[in-house]
């Protein structure tokens, strides 16, 4: 079993392959305008599609929206991330949602 920080330097990992993939982000989740938001939405289905059990995919998730967005506290990150996994994977409703200011 790995160690706490060795787990999250395995996640931490897995996200930058997925984000340094050439960005064809796949065709249900193209449409999320924020790139944070799809970004998070990705990584977290990718992890999920991978294997990973759910609250790792969340933990690597939540660590990867506070990385693009620093000044965010953690309470704030894993709202948005559970707010945008329930809508976008759980519910995979199609339409806007609420969350940072980015483009």
Known sequence: MLAHADCAAYHLAKLQVILNKDLSVTAEFSRIARKC????????????????????AFSACTTLYRIHHPESSMAEARRLVSEWIDHHVVRQDTGATNGCECD
């Open 37 to 56: 938001e799809r970004a998070v939405v990705t990584a977290y289905q990718e992890l999920r599609d991978v294997g990973q059990p759910d609250i790792q």
